[in-house]
């Protein structure tokens, strides 16, 4: 999950004080790797798959299933196992914000041959395998995207009785800080955010009714201290913690382009199958233990990370915050980054203009300058003690920082200080499967679209705007059969309509488009 420093955190007053230096700092350091690597071309296919995991405690007498607050040590025991141990094992293993979670990689990355998709499958099962091996019995590890009772009495074993106070982490009425995993950036992460936003997340996801629902649907909440009652609506279910949204699971693959200009390309068409791809995989319809009208995570880990105060998101003019800002951290793309994607900018773009005009001095064309300087009015929402002044040239902590927190549907990742690692653009919508033949099958999918449209120069792109309505749609209940999604009508420029025609019929969606031209 991002950037995970080692250190001492500092609270959310003093990280704020750093704020100007992080970004200045985070600047420079994309302008050495852009410098150093900008002209980069010729690297190869490589790519590879995360999965994340929860560990669910089965008893089987009473019928119940709760959540193991045990990720740490089992955790420590792969990788002792492992890594630790052997350097090429073939799979690794990182942690993740729920102290009931995991996520596993491969160990290495996958290439370009087709042997190599074979594999995909057999490490997913590997990895399912090695971390079922360190687990206690009637212990589990399971791809669920949202566990059903996360948030009610009872959810984790042990028991934990949330406590909401202002000295915790989160201050919620159903997630216990326990739950949280106990690295610091991820406690700090959410003690900042709701610091930062000057009150807590708010979620509130529309109930499913059907003939057994009260109409209207309202609860009530007996710890509150009226924060949440202000904040609940009628016929919603209402959470109030970024553990709702982060503490679920995905499916994300990240591949390496040959050059710059590729994974822009890549991260542009791509973006508008996103939403496609996310309704595809929708497989979170259960939150504090209803079943709710929504069938993906989206928008509800969008909400459980949103640091905007009143003024950014236009609730009071703005005073003490410098934009308005149209979105969360955790949401879809804002710009298209290659130059056939900027004409298909049509939604409003809050730039750091003095970011966006050192960029372009320094010869960043003006696509990425306004990407980066997006990216960079965001403040950072960690920062370590022993992390704060860095050398710029090698370093790039300042700029994940940054980045990391920018939670999109697709990433553009420049290359890691000195490494051999070329550029990268990572996948994100997707929703983890139950099984690896699934999983797998969904990332190696992605992976062979991009060589489709690498192969073929395939045009998928659409206004921007259209695909943030295509993002609504997808995370509507049963959009899959349902909904009807803005599509490219030429994607080939009047050539391979056969080759094009078999692409759509693969994402199952050919008779739920709305062509554009």
């Not at 212990?139 to 406590?163: D, H, K, N, Q, W």
């Not at 709710?292 to 989206?298: G, L, M, N, Q, V």
Request: charge should be neutral; include cysteine; hydrophobic fraction near 35%.
């Amino acid at each position: 999950m991002g950037l995970l420093s080692q250190g001492s955190p500092l609270s959310w007053e003093k990280t704020q004080r750093h704020a100007e230096h992080v970004r200045k700092h985070g600047i420079l350091q994309f302008l050495h790797i852009y410098r150093a690597v900008g002209e980069r071309h010729k690297d190869v296919l490589k790519w590879g798959d995360e999965v994340e995991y929860m560990l669910v405690v089965f008893d089987h007498k009473n019928k119940r299933a709760q959540l193991s607050l045990t990720g740490g040590d089992v955790l420590h025991a792969l990788q002792e196992k492992g890594e630790r141990v052997n350097p090429n094992h073939p799979t690794l293993w990182r942690p993740e914000y729920g102290s009931y979670m995991i996520e596993g990689t491969p160990g290495q990355p996958y290439g370009g041959t087709m042997s190599e998709f074979n594999t995909v499958q057999d490490n997913m099962r590997k990895r399912r395998l090695e971390a079922a091996s360190v687990l206690k019995q009637n212990e589990a590890v399971c791809t669920v995207t949202s566990f059903p009772r996360l948030g009610c009495p009872g959810f984790t074993i042990p028991e934990c009785v949330p406590t909401p106070v202002e000295t915790g982490a989160s201050k919620s009425l159903f997630f216990p800080d326990e739950a949280i995993n106990k690295h610091p950036r991820f406690s700090t992460l959410t003690r900042n955010i709701r610091h930062r936003r000057g009150e807590k997340v708010v979620i509130n996801v529309p109930i499913f009714k059907d003939k057994n629902t009260p109409s209207p649907f309202i609860e009530t909440f007996p710890n509150d201290d009226g924060e949440g009652a202000r904040a609940v609506k009628p016929d919603h279910v209402y959470m109030d913690a970024m553990g709702f949204g982060m503490g679920n699971c995905c499916l994300q693959v990240t591949f390496q382009a040959c050059s710059i200009s590729e994974a822009r390309y890549l991260y542009d068409q791509l973006a508008t199958i996103c939403p496609i791809v996310m309704a595809l995989s929708a497989a979170a319809p259960f939150y504090r233990g209803y079943v709710t009208d929504i069938d993906c995570r989206w928008g509800v880990i969008s909400a459980s990370v949103d640091d905007r105060t009143r003024e950014e998101r236009g609730l009071e003019p703005l005073k003490n915050n410098r934009y308005r800002i149209n979105k969360s951290r955790y949401d879809s793309i804002d710009s298209y980054l290659s130059e056939c994607g900027e004409k298909y900018n049509d939604i409003d773009l809050t730039v750091d203009k003095e970011i966006y005009e050192q960029l372009v001095k320094e010869g960043i064309d003006h696509l990425l300058a306004q990407h980066i300087a997006h990216l960079f009015i965001r403040d950072p929402l960690t920062l370590f003690e022993e992390k704060i002044h860095l050398d710029d040239a090698n370093e790039s902590d300042h700029f994940e920082n940054i980045q990391s927190t920018n939670w999109q549907t697709m990433r553009f990742k420049p290359p890691p200080p000195n490494s051999d690692i070329g550029w990268r653009v990572e996948f994100r919508p997707m929703e983890v499967q139950l099984t690896d033949f699934e999983n797998s099958a969904y990332v190696v999918f992605v992976v062979l679209l991009t060589r489709v449209i690498l192969s073929y120069k395939l045009d998928f792109l659409i206004p921007l705007s259209k695909v943030d309505e295509n993002m609504k749609v997808a995370q509507k209940r049963d959009a899959v059969r349902q909904g009807m999604f803005y599509f490219r009508k030429d994607i080939s420029k009047g050539r391979l309509l056969s080759v094009c025609l078999s692409v759509c019929l693969l994402v199952g969606f050919i008779r739920h488009l709305k062509y554009i031209r």
